[in-house]
């Protein structure tokens, strides 16, 4: 099978007022040739008060394979969470930056529903991919956070948390980076986020623009482009 890579970037600030807008997060997301989606960002709070790196791989059906994030908090570095999935189990590490031992836990993962929690903007949409597109109404999805704050800027095991999202269908929309035809969500998060709207496109599930209405926050898809890489060689070595 051929690898396609989607490389993009976000924008994002005040609902309400797009002047204030500031670049947000930079990405690159593969298909890759066993149908499998690997994400690789880079997310840049306002004032660089948050630093975070993620790379996370699920298989052909979403369903999560491995991750690991990494941050800075205030010019701090936090560490490193690392999680692997075999089976019905996920191993979970937490290395410090003062060369305390690795916490590591394993957790029962307890079905392919459940999704993992980076906090990454360009795959939000990974986190509604369980739920059934047929069904207009709000479902429950089981998601394993890495975090216990609502921007991830705590490093620990996390905990589920198992969350309402209704799928409102497929739409066009149009952002900074273009004009797509995708997926409507609209995901209820209570008192954590209150709702949020996403809108994702493409074979990757890219989130193409996402909305916090308790925040009056507005994310959006800057920039995109994919390519297709075959398996013809150019060359041999």
Same mark, same amino acid.
């Given at each position: 099978?051929?690898? #396609?890579?989607?490389?993009?970037?976000?924008?994002?600030?005040?609902?309400?007022? $797009?002047? /204030?807008?500031?670049?947000?997060?930079?990405?690159?997301?593969?298909?890759? %040739?066993?149908?499998?989606? #690997? *994400?690789?960002? @880079?997310?840049?709070? %306002?004032? &660089?008060? @948050?630093? $975070?790196?993620?790379?996370?791989?699920?298989?052909?059906?979403?369903?999560?394979?491995?991750?690991?994030?990494?941050?800075?908090?205030?010019?701090?570095?936090?560490?490193?969470?690392?999680?692997?999935?075999? =089976?019905?189990?996920?191993?979970?590490?937490?290395?410090?930056?003062?060369?305390? %031992?690795?916490?590591? /836990?394993?957790?029962?993962? =307890?079905?392919?529903?459940?999704?993992?929690?980076?906090? !990454? #903007?360009?795959?939000?949409?990974? /986190?509604?991919?369980? *739920?059934?597109? *047929? &069904? %207009?109404? !709000?479902?429950?999805?089981?998601?394993?956070?890495?975090?216990?704050?609502? &921007?991830?800027?705590?490093?620990?095991?996390?905990?589920?948390? +198992?969350?309402?999202?209704?799928?409102?269908?497929?739409?066009?929309?149009?952002? !900074? *980076?273009?004009?797509?035809?995708?997926?409507?969500?609209?995901?209820?998060? =209570? &008192?954590?986020?209150?709702?949020?709207?996403?809108?994702?496109?493409?074979?990757?599930?890219?989130?193409? $623009?996402?909305?916090?209405?308790? /925040?009056?926050?507005?994310?959006?898809?800057?920039?995109?482009? +994919?390519?297709?890489?075959?398996?013809?060689?150019?060359?041999?070595?």
């Amino acid at each position: 099978m051929s690898l #396609t890579r989607t490389i993009g970037s976000y924008v994002m600030g005040p609902s309400d007022d $797009r002047s /204030k807008w500031v670049s947000w997060e930079n990405f690159i997301v593969t298909t890759n %040739p066993d149908g499998s989606h #690997t *994400a690789q960002t @880079m997310t840049r709070f %306002p004032g &660089n008060s @948050m630093i $975070r790196h993620v790379t996370q791989t699920v298989d052909r059906e979403f369903t999560p394979m491995d991750g690991i994030t990494r941050f800075f908090v205030d010019e701090v570095y936090q560490g490193i969470l690392i999680r692997r999935v075999v =089976g019905d189990t996920i191993t979970s590490m937490v290395m410090l930056p003062d060369g305390s %031992p690795i916490d590591e /836990k394993t957790l029962a993962m =307890g079905g392919s529903d459940i999704v993992f929690g980076y906090h !990454p #903007t360009s795959v939000e949409g990974w /986190k509604f991919i369980k *739920a059934d597109r *047929a &069904n %207009p109404d !709000p479902q429950m999805v089981r998601i394993l956070s890495s975090s216990p704050t609502w &921007n991830g800027g705590v490093i620990g095991h996390g905990a589920e948390v +198992s969350l309402k999202v209704q799928y409102l269908g497929p739409e066009q929309i149009t952002v !900074p *980076a273009g004009t797509f035809t995708g997926h409507h969500y609209l995901w209820h998060t =209570g &008192n954590i986020d209150g709702d949020i709207e996403v809108w994702t496109i493409g074979q990757d599930e890219i989130c193409a $623009r996402c909305i916090g209405h308790a /925040k009056g926050v507005t994310y959006e898809l800057a920039t995109y482009e +994919s390519t297709e890489f075959g398996t013809v060689r150019e060359f041999d070595f």
